[in-house]
C-alpha cells in the first residue's frame, strides 16, 4: 500500500466527519472546542500532504519529459484515485467552460469548422432555470415556515444554487467544447473530459446513423470495437475507420474500429468529413 493510498482513505474517512461537525454546528448543536479543532487540523494536515505527494509526483513525471497537463492529469489519477480524479476534473472543467461562456471563447482551434451539439440542451435548460428558481422560491418558504432551524433553509439555498449551476456548467462545457474539423483533423467532444482525435486519412466512410437508449458517458459497445460519444443517450453519425485508432475517453484504452456521436446536423458534418476524406484522396500520392 503506497504513502498516497494511506492518505487518500484516512481523508475519506476524515472527511465525513468534518461534514457532520459542520451540519451540527449550522443546526446549532454543542460541539466541544478541542474536538473541532483536533478534526479540522487533521483534515488540514492530511489535504497538505495529499498536495505535497500530488506536486511531487507531477515533478517528476514532467523531469521524465511529460508535458505538464499530461503529467497533471497522470499523477492526479494515481494519486487521487481515478474516480475522483474524474469528478474533480469534471467539475472544474464544467466551470471553466461557464468562464468561456460568459468570456464568449469557445474550446476551438482559430479556423476550425465547427459543429454543435447542444442545441436540444440548450431549449431544456431555457425551461428548467425559470422552474428551478421558482421551486426554490417556494421550498424556501415552506421551510421558514415549517422548519424551526434557520440553518436547513441555508443548507437548502446552497445545494439548490449549486445545482443550477452543474446544470449550467453541464450545458456549457457541451457548448464551449464542439465537435471541429481542423487541418485534417476531426475532433469528436463530449464536454470538456472527453476528445477523440480522428486523422481524416483514418476515416473510411461517414454516414448518418440514429442509435438510441445509450447511456449518457462515452462508452464501448458490448463485444465490439465500437465507441459511442452519446448526447442524452444518443447518437445520430457514425464514422468507421480505416485502421483502428487506439483511445482512451475516459478510464478505459481499447481499440476503435467505428466511432458514432451525436451532433445537431447530421447532414452538415457528413457532407465536411466527405469532403475532407476526398481532399486526401485527391493530394495522396499516385
Known sequence: MTAA????????????????????????ATIPPPLRIAIAVLVLITVLVEISILAAKIHGLCRGGAGFRRAT????????????????STEVGMFAALGRLVARRPNVPAGAQVFTSHRDLARLMWILVPLTVLESVVVHFLIRLLVPWPAVGIVVLILTVY?????????????????????????????????VSIPSEDIERVSPHNTEGLGLRPAFDDGSHTLSVPLVGRTNVAVTLRRPLHTQPLTEHREVRTVRFFVDDPREVVRHLRSAIDNVGESAPR
Open 5 to 28: 493510498t494511506v492518505v487518500r482513505r484516512v481523508l475519506f474517512t476524515l472527511a465525513p466527519i468534518e461534514i457532520g461537525l459542520a451540519v451540527a454546528i449550522f443546526a446549532g
Open 73 to 88: 492529469v497522470q499523477a492526479g489519477r494515481e494519486v487521487i484515485g481515478e474516480r475522483l480524479w474524474g469528478l474533480i
Open 163 to 195: 445545482g443550477l449551476l452543474w446544470v449550467l456548467g453541464y450545458v456549457a462545457g457541451i457548448a464551449m467544447n464542439p465537435h471541429c474539423l481542423d487541418d485534417g483533423t476531426f475532433l469528436v467532444r463530449n464536454g470538456p473530459r472527453t476528445c
